[in-house]
Protein backbone atom coordinates (compact mmCIF):
# COMPACT_ATOMS: atom_id res chain seq x y z
CA UNK A 1 0.00 0.00 0.00
CA UNK A 2 2.32 2.54 0.92
CA UNK A 3 6.54 1.91 0.29
CA UNK A 4 9.17 2.56 2.40
CA UNK A 5 9.28 6.17 0.95
CA UNK A 6 5.79 6.69 1.69
CA UNK A 7 5.08 6.36 -1.99
CA UNK A 8 1.49 4.63 -2.14
CA UNK A 9 1.56 1.17 -4.31
CA UNK A 10 -1.82 0.03 -4.81
CA UNK A 11 -5.50 1.18 -5.05
CA UNK A 12 -7.37 -0.43 -2.13
CA UNK A 13 -10.81 -2.20 -2.85
CA UNK A 14 -13.88 -0.90 -2.07
CA UNK A 15 -16.95 -3.43 -1.22
CA UNK A 16 -19.48 -0.29 -0.51
CA UNK A 17 -23.09 -0.70 -0.79
CA UNK A 18 -25.63 2.69 -1.97
CA UNK A 19 -25.90 3.55 1.37
CA UNK A 20 -21.92 4.61 1.51
CA UNK A 21 -21.98 8.05 -0.28
CA UNK A 22 -18.83 9.87 -2.52
CA UNK A 23 -18.23 12.39 0.88
CA UNK A 24 -18.74 11.34 3.94
CA UNK A 25 -16.13 11.94 7.52
CA UNK A 26 -16.08 10.47 10.38
CA UNK A 27 -13.77 8.78 12.84
CA UNK A 28 -11.93 5.55 13.61
CA UNK A 29 -14.24 3.58 15.81
CA UNK A 30 -12.60 0.25 17.07
CA UNK A 31 -8.80 -1.40 15.78
CA UNK A 32 -8.59 -5.25 16.36
CA UNK A 33 -5.66 -7.54 15.22
CA UNK A 34 -6.70 -7.23 11.70
CA UNK A 35 -9.70 -5.08 10.98
CA UNK A 36 -11.11 -1.93 12.08
CA UNK A 37 -14.43 0.03 11.85
CA UNK A 38 -14.91 3.31 10.57
CA UNK A 39 -18.07 5.45 11.92
CA UNK A 40 -19.35 7.67 9.00
CA UNK A 41 -22.03 10.41 9.35
CA UNK A 42 -24.00 9.99 6.82
CA UNK A 43 -27.55 11.82 5.60
CA UNK A 44 -29.11 8.26 6.37
CA UNK A 45 -27.63 7.80 9.86
CA UNK A 46 -24.50 7.16 11.48
CA UNK A 47 -22.93 4.02 9.23
CA UNK A 48 -19.81 1.51 9.95
CA UNK A 49 -17.30 0.45 7.56
CA UNK A 50 -14.94 -2.00 8.27
CA UNK A 51 -11.18 -2.08 7.02
CA UNK A 52 -10.18 -5.34 6.57
CA UNK A 53 -7.07 -7.88 6.29
CA UNK A 54 -7.82 -9.35 2.78
CA UNK A 55 -7.20 -12.81 4.82
CA UNK A 56 -9.93 -12.07 6.26
CA UNK A 57 -12.42 -13.37 3.83
CA UNK A 58 -15.03 -10.50 1.66
CA UNK A 59 -17.48 -8.14 3.73
CA UNK A 60 -20.07 -5.61 2.36
CA UNK A 61 -19.25 -2.18 3.22
CA UNK A 62 -15.74 -2.65 3.51
CA UNK A 63 -12.28 -1.66 2.37
CA UNK A 64 -9.45 -4.06 2.40
CA UNK A 65 -6.19 -2.70 3.67
CA UNK A 66 -3.14 -4.72 4.75
CA UNK A 67 -2.77 -5.47 8.31
CA UNK A 68 0.35 -3.25 8.81
CA UNK A 69 -1.81 -0.35 7.53
CA UNK A 70 -4.67 -0.99 10.22
CA UNK A 71 -2.08 -1.45 13.23
CA UNK A 72 -1.10 1.92 12.87
CA UNK A 73 -4.74 3.33 13.40
CA UNK A 74 -6.46 4.50 16.79
CA UNK A 75 -9.91 4.85 17.79
CA UNK A 76 -10.59 8.45 17.37
CA UNK A 77 -8.17 9.07 14.29
CA UNK A 78 -10.39 11.16 11.47
CA UNK A 79 -11.13 9.42 8.65
CA UNK A 80 -12.63 10.89 5.09
CA UNK A 81 -14.41 9.80 2.16
CA UNK A 82 -14.15 11.94 -0.53
CA UNK A 83 -15.14 10.48 -4.16
CA UNK A 84 -12.28 7.66 -5.15
CA UNK A 85 -9.88 8.39 -1.64
CA UNK A 86 -9.86 7.24 1.92
CA UNK A 87 -7.74 9.39 4.21
CA UNK A 88 -7.31 7.97 7.54
CA UNK A 89 -5.25 10.18 9.70
CA UNK A 90 -2.21 11.93 7.57
CA UNK A 91 -2.79 9.14 5.06
CA UNK A 92 -5.09 8.92 2.26
CA UNK A 93 -5.24 5.92 0.43
CA UNK A 94 -6.93 5.93 -3.49
CA UNK A 95 -10.07 3.54 -3.78
CA UNK A 96 -10.89 1.30 -6.48
CA UNK A 97 -15.29 1.55 -5.86
CA UNK A 98 -16.25 -2.58 -6.71
CA UNK A 99 -19.67 -2.15 -5.22
CA UNK A 100 -21.28 -4.68 -2.72
CA UNK A 101 -23.13 -6.81 -5.27
CA UNK A 102 -21.09 -9.74 -4.95
CA UNK A 103 -22.46 -10.03 -1.01
CA UNK A 104 -25.86 -9.42 -2.34
CA UNK A 105 -27.74 -12.57 -1.27
CA UNK A 106 -30.00 -13.52 -4.08
CA UNK A 107 -33.06 -15.88 -4.02
CA UNK A 108 -31.82 -19.68 -4.02
CA UNK A 109 -35.21 -21.95 -4.23
CA UNK A 110 -35.60 -24.82 -1.46
CA UNK A 111 -32.40 -25.94 0.59
CA UNK A 112 -31.19 -28.77 -1.02
CA UNK A 113 -28.99 -30.25 2.09
CA UNK A 114 -30.58 -29.68 5.40
CA UNK A 115 -30.07 -33.05 6.47
CA UNK A 116 -25.91 -32.99 6.24
CA UNK A 117 -26.34 -29.10 7.61
CA UNK A 118 -28.17 -30.28 10.56
CA UNK A 119 -25.59 -33.20 11.31
CA UNK A 120 -22.85 -30.71 10.80
CA UNK A 121 -24.17 -28.35 13.18
CA UNK A 122 -25.55 -30.34 16.20
CA UNK A 123 -22.70 -29.60 18.94
CA UNK A 124 -21.72 -26.15 18.80
CA UNK A 125 -20.37 -23.80 21.04
CA UNK A 126 -22.44 -21.01 20.85
CA UNK A 127 -22.61 -17.21 22.97
CA UNK A 128 -26.44 -18.67 24.33
CA UNK A 129 -24.73 -20.74 26.87
CA UNK A 130 -23.59 -17.76 28.35
CA UNK A 131 -27.04 -16.71 28.92
CA UNK A 132 -29.04 -17.48 31.85
CA UNK A 133 -31.10 -21.30 31.17
CA UNK A 134 -34.71 -19.77 31.41
CA UNK A 135 -34.00 -16.42 29.20
CA UNK A 136 -31.89 -18.66 26.88
CA UNK A 137 -34.96 -21.02 26.33
CA UNK A 138 -37.36 -17.69 25.98
CA UNK A 139 -34.58 -15.98 23.12
CA UNK A 140 -34.34 -19.69 21.74
CA UNK A 141 -38.23 -19.18 21.10
CA UNK A 142 -38.62 -16.07 19.94
CA UNK A 143 -35.38 -16.25 17.23
CA UNK A 144 -37.72 -16.71 14.20
CA UNK A 145 -41.02 -15.16 15.09
CA UNK A 146 -42.00 -11.57 15.58
CA UNK A 147 -41.04 -11.31 19.53
CA UNK A 148 -37.42 -11.64 18.26
CA UNK A 149 -37.44 -7.69 18.70
CA UNK A 150 -37.82 -8.27 22.59
CA UNK A 151 -34.09 -9.98 22.61
CA UNK A 152 -32.23 -7.95 20.43
CA UNK A 153 -29.01 -7.20 22.10
CA UNK A 154 -28.77 -10.59 24.33
CA UNK A 155 -25.63 -11.92 24.89
CA UNK A 156 -22.02 -11.20 25.72
CA UNK A 157 -19.27 -9.46 22.81
CA UNK A 158 -19.23 -7.12 20.32
CA UNK A 159 -21.89 -8.65 18.33
CA UNK A 160 -24.22 -10.52 21.22
CA UNK A 161 -24.66 -14.34 20.11
CA UNK A 162 -28.83 -13.62 19.25
CA UNK A 163 -28.07 -10.59 16.95
CA UNK A 164 -25.46 -13.51 15.48
CA UNK A 165 -28.54 -16.09 15.30
CA UNK A 166 -30.83 -13.21 14.00
CA UNK A 167 -28.18 -12.97 11.01
CA UNK A 168 -28.13 -16.39 10.18
CA UNK A 169 -31.86 -16.95 10.05
CA UNK A 170 -32.09 -13.65 7.77
CA UNK A 171 -30.15 -15.12 5.63
CA UNK A 172 -31.69 -18.24 5.35
CA UNK A 173 -34.91 -16.55 5.10
CA UNK A 174 -33.68 -14.62 1.99
CA UNK A 175 -32.16 -17.40 0.31
CA UNK A 176 -35.89 -18.69 0.61
CA UNK A 177 -37.63 -16.13 -0.70
CA UNK A 178 -39.23 -15.63 2.41
CA UNK A 179 -39.65 -12.64 4.34
CA UNK A 180 -37.62 -12.90 7.97
CA UNK A 181 -40.58 -12.99 10.33
CA UNK A 182 -39.24 -10.00 12.26
CA UNK A 183 -37.88 -6.63 12.04
CA UNK A 184 -35.91 -4.25 14.11
CA UNK A 185 -36.86 -0.52 13.98
CA UNK A 186 -34.43 0.66 16.58
CA UNK A 187 -30.76 -0.96 16.76
CA UNK A 188 -29.88 1.67 19.27
CA UNK A 189 -30.57 -1.83 22.39
CA UNK A 190 -27.68 -3.04 20.56
CA UNK A 191 -23.57 -1.79 19.76
CA UNK A 192 -22.87 -0.56 16.42
CA UNK A 193 -20.87 -3.00 14.86
CA UNK A 194 -23.96 -5.54 16.30
CA UNK A 195 -26.35 -2.88 14.51
CA UNK A 196 -24.23 -2.39 11.56
CA UNK A 197 -24.64 -6.61 10.44
CA UNK A 198 -28.16 -6.50 11.06
CA UNK A 199 -28.86 -3.32 8.88
CA UNK A 200 -26.69 -5.29 5.91
CA UNK A 201 -28.54 -7.91 6.52
CA UNK A 202 -32.13 -6.50 6.24
CA UNK A 203 -30.85 -5.09 3.05
CA UNK A 204 -29.80 -8.08 1.86
CA UNK A 205 -26.21 -8.00 1.99
CA UNK A 206 -24.02 -10.42 3.99
CA UNK A 207 -20.17 -11.42 4.19
CA UNK A 208 -18.19 -14.37 1.59
CA UNK A 209 -18.36 -16.76 4.72
CA UNK A 210 -22.31 -16.68 5.14
CA UNK A 211 -23.12 -16.74 1.82
CA UNK A 212 -20.66 -20.15 1.37
CA UNK A 213 -22.80 -21.94 3.58
CA UNK A 214 -25.58 -20.52 2.04
CA UNK A 215 -24.27 -21.92 -1.53
CA UNK A 216 -23.60 -24.88 -0.59
CA UNK A 217 -27.17 -25.35 1.47
CA UNK A 218 -28.83 -24.66 -1.41
CA UNK A 219 -26.96 -26.29 -3.58
CA UNK A 220 -24.95 -29.26 -4.57
CA UNK A 221 -21.50 -28.13 -3.42
CA UNK A 222 -19.63 -29.83 -0.34
CA UNK A 223 -21.22 -28.41 2.70
CA UNK A 224 -18.51 -29.59 5.51
CA UNK A 225 -15.84 -26.70 4.52
CA UNK A 226 -17.68 -23.46 4.75
CA UNK A 227 -19.69 -24.71 7.99
CA UNK A 228 -16.57 -25.30 9.42
CA UNK A 229 -14.92 -21.95 8.07
CA UNK A 230 -18.08 -20.20 10.04
CA UNK A 231 -18.29 -22.25 12.81
CA UNK A 232 -14.27 -20.33 13.33
CA UNK A 233 -15.42 -17.04 12.98
CA UNK A 234 -14.69 -15.19 16.13
CA UNK A 235 -15.70 -16.38 19.41
CA UNK A 236 -18.86 -17.85 19.01
CA UNK A 237 -20.53 -15.28 16.28
CA UNK A 238 -20.29 -17.70 13.61
CA UNK A 239 -21.87 -20.69 15.70
CA UNK A 240 -24.69 -18.09 16.38
CA UNK A 241 -25.42 -17.64 12.77
CA UNK A 242 -24.93 -21.18 12.35
CA UNK A 243 -27.88 -21.77 15.09
CA UNK A 244 -30.04 -19.02 13.64
CA UNK A 245 -29.95 -21.24 10.56
CA UNK A 246 -31.28 -23.89 11.78
CA UNK A 247 -33.67 -22.49 13.92
CA UNK A 248 -35.11 -20.87 10.17
CA UNK A 249 -34.69 -24.13 8.01
CA UNK A 250 -37.02 -25.57 11.16
CA UNK A 251 -39.15 -22.28 10.65
CA UNK A 252 -39.39 -23.03 6.87
CA UNK A 253 -40.55 -26.77 7.06
Not at 152 to 180: H, K
Not at 217 to 235: H, I, M, N, Q
Request: positive net charge.
Amino acid sequence: MYDDTGKVTETAPAYLTPAIGAQARGAVHSVFGRAANVLFSLPGGDRLVTLADPALGGLPDSVRLPRAEIRRLAPGMPAALSGERLTLGDRTYPLRRLGAEPFLLRRQGRPRQADAFFALTEEMRTGFSLIPPQRRRSALWALCTENAVMYLGLGPGLTPGFDDACVGAMAVFRAAGEEAPFRFSDLSVTTLVSARYLTLASEGYFGEAVLRVIGALFGDSPLKEPVEALKAAGATSGCDMLLGMRKALRALG
